[in-house]
Structures are given as structure tokens and as C-alpha cells.
């Protein structure tokens, strides 16, 4: 997208629709002009000590509501001349990628750019009329990563809305998505250590989430969601389509189903019926292309191989298996083959057709970290960490699952060939591998 495409357009379907960032006043160019408002409430783990104000708060309500939610959040507010400045007017050599929210641009802001703010490079994520994901997806943004501070979530500097324009702008994240470095292998083929550094910083970024006084399900966990800094940590980015989790009595939370084919978890899709566990299918499905080095769903390959999960899961708890038919052929067996089953063994487990059978997020990281430790010299020796046991199921219940997990792949298979998901329009970007979709299952069309 070049920089033209960000020019106001008074005809714009979005001036009517959206009157200002929250159907109130105007962000505009001024935010010193509003009325400041203090936070209310307490709380933990949101960066500014206030109680966390939820998406469905903001409901219906007014500019004044999105600046209570943010005091303490030190989240800067830009105009669109600022970001110009920055990304050198949106520059082609500043293109860093695209996603269903619009292209991002690498830019620099010190003094000069923007009072106050320390110099340092950012990403500036842009808008796109056309795109699958409009303006309640920025403002579902701004509100979780705006409040929500952790290593393992990628850090929200500011933001811009005015007139039409919703622009972000994040911290700048050096070595690129998990996804370019395991499928495109830039810069080259990621090693097993840093593989499972990624996965563990990763799991920690959703049990964070989960874990929160106000709960959080990501909803698009997928490898290009994860970014890498400098040193290759691991930093979950693009909360667009985060949920506030169930609260009380509430088992789970209906809505639309949306998300990345080949990510989403086979419950949510059938029913629209959102829980955490449907995260945690959907890290299943990233530690297994970490595993494999295979996107979750590859239409290049044999038919029984498209589809990562019915391919590999079966054979998770196989270790001759697993390391002449599943691991990544690239990692040419430099890794240790102890922590690689155990690894496998968690993917087996958060990939469970069952959402009870699935682990919590917590476990999951209690069960990863371990293999951080484990070298290739412990492994040769026979050493290294004992079993990783999430939880023992039964044998009949264990039986039960394998019958119910056929009857479900069948299923699936039969249901794919009578229609498929209707996918949101979209123009695709040279740069972009994936498919964003929306199914259409007997959810509440209303809610997202």
C-alpha cells in the first residue's frame, strides 16, 4: 500500500458509520483539548495500576470512556503527520509486511517527531478500507495491548484516530514473525534451541493472558502473530481479535467465529463457543509446525498431508515416528531426541479433540521450560528431564477420545467437501501466506 492510500476521503463509508473513535467526539489532532478523566478502580498487571477496563465496557460509549481506560497506560497519541514523518511518508523501502488489518511500516520517531518520546524504532500498522478487520478490531487493540504488560506481548507505543484514519504503533520488532523464519527460513533455518525458546516465551504471553484478573483469549494465536526482538525472544502481537474471557457462571463466550484457517479449534468452529481452551488448541497447532517446519495447512502437499493436525498427531507418541517422519528435516537431528518427544507429547495434548482433556496454559509452561535445559550433550548421555505429565487419563476415557477423534476428522473431511468457509473480502498483499476467514456456524452473527 503506498502512501497515498492514507489520504482523507470525505466521502469515506467509515466518516458516518464511525462519527470518532467511539461513535462520540473525534480524537482529532488535539487529545490535550479533552476532558481528563481519572481512572477508576485498582487492579494488576496492566501497567498502570488501574483496574482494567474491558471491550464490552466501551460498549456504546464515548472518547472520554477510551481515555479512562488508558490513564497511566503512557500510550502516546499521534497524528497522521507525526507517522508521515516517521516512516518517511510510508515509504515502499519501509514496508515490513501485511496482515487483515493493513500494511505495517518500519519508522523512527525521537523529539523531532513527537515530544516526549525517547528515540527509538517503531512499526506503524495502517488501516486498510478494503481489509478483513476495520475499526472494532483497532480499538480492540488499543484497549487490551493499551492496558496489558508483560515480556511476552508486544509492546503498544501509541496510536492515531482521525477523521477516518486508525493507525498503531508498536515497538519495532528486529528478527521479523516465527513464520518467516520457519517457513521462509530468513535468515536461515531456526535451531532447536531457539525454536523452543520461542514456544516457551510464547506459552507464557497466553497464560498471562489467561491467568488475568480480567481474563483475555487471544482468538488468533498463529506463527505470524508471533514476533521476535533482537535477542529471538518471543512477543505476541496483533490482539484484533482478542475476547474478554468467560467471568462468573459463564462457561464460555459466543461469537462469531473468526480466526486463520488451520488454527482455530474444531469446537469453536462448529459452535462458536470461545474459551481459553481454544487458545490452547491453537498453540497445539503452532508447537507443531515449530516440530515439523510444516505450515498447518499446506495445499502443495499429498491429500492425508495438507492438514498438519490429522497428519502428525497421530503419531506424536511415537518416538521412531516422530523423528524419522515428523521432526523438521532441516534441524538435520541436531537436537536433543528427549526433549523433542516431550515436546511432542505437549503438542499431542493441546491438540486434544476434547477441550477438558486440553492442559492450562500454566501447565503447559511448566511443562516446556524444563527442555530449556536440557543440552544435546545430557540427552547423548541419557540424562536429562524425567517424564512430562500434564494429566493421566484414563483408559477408557483415552479410548473413547481416539473413537470420538476419528468420528471427528470424518466428519470434518465429509463437511469440507459439502462447503467450505466463505472467506472475508479481502485484497492479498504479494507478501501474505495466509487465509483470514470467517465461518458461518449457528453463532450470534451479532457479536464479535
Known sequence: MRSDGIKG?????????????????????????????????SGSGTGGGMRRLS???????????????????????????????????????????????????????????????????????????????GHKEWLAEVIFLGQLRHPNLVKLVGYCC????????????AHGSLENHLFQHVPATLPWSIRLNIAVGAAKGLAFLHDAEKPVIYRDFKASNILLDSDDGAKLSDFGLAKDGPEGDDTHVSTRVMGTHGYAAPEYIMTGHLTAKSDVYSFGVVLLEILTGRRSVDKSRPSREQNLVEYARPGLRDPLRLARRIMDPALENRYPA???????????????????????????????????????????????????????AAPEEEKKERKQERARTLQSRHR?????????????????????????????????
Open 338 to 392: 528427549r526433549a523433542a518427544q516431550r515436546a511432542a507429547l505437549v503438542a499431542h495434548q493441546c491438540l486434544s479433540g476434547s477441550p477438558k482433556n486440553r492442559p492450562d496454559m500454566s501447565a503447559v509452561v511448566e511443562a516446556l521450560e524444563p527442555l530449556l535445559k536440557v543440552s544435546m550433550e545430557d540427552d547423548v548421555a541419557g540424562s536429562g528431564v524425567g517424564p512430562v505429565v500434564l494429566f493421566v
Open 162 to 173: 482521525e477523521d477516518e484514519h486508525r493507525l498503531l504503533v508498536y515497538e519495532y520488532m
Open 416 to 448: 469440507r467437501r459439502l462447503r467450505s468457509p466463505k472467506m472475508s473480502p479481502r485484497k492479498r498483499g504479494a507478501q501474505q501466506k495466509e487465509e483470514f476467514w470467517v465461518w458461518h456456524v449457528p453463532a450470534d452473527d451479532d457479536k464479535a
Open 55 to 133: 471491550f464490552t465496557d466501551l460498549s456504546g460509549g464515548g472518547a472520554e470512556d477510551l481515555s479512562v481506560s488508558l490513564v497511566g497506560s503512557n500510550l502516546h497519541v499521534f497524528t497522521v503527520a507525526e507517522l508521515r514523518a516517521a516512516t518517511r511518508d510510508f515509504d515502499d523501502a519501509n514496508f515490513l509486511g501485511e496482515g487483515g488489518f493493513g500494511p505495517v511500516y518500519k519508522g523512527f520517531v525521537d523529539g523531532a517527531v513527537k515530544h516526549g518520546l525517547k528515540p527509538q524504532h517503531i512499526a506503524v500498522k495502517l488501516w486498510d478500507p478494503e481489509g478483513a478487520q
Open 9 to 41: 476521503a470525505s466521502s469515506s463509508p467509515w466518516r458516518s458509520l464511525l462519527g470518532g473513535c467511539l461513535g462520540g467526539a473525534g480524537c482529532g489532532a488535539n487529545p490535550q483539548s479533552r476532558k481528563k478523566v481519572r481512572p477508576r478502580g
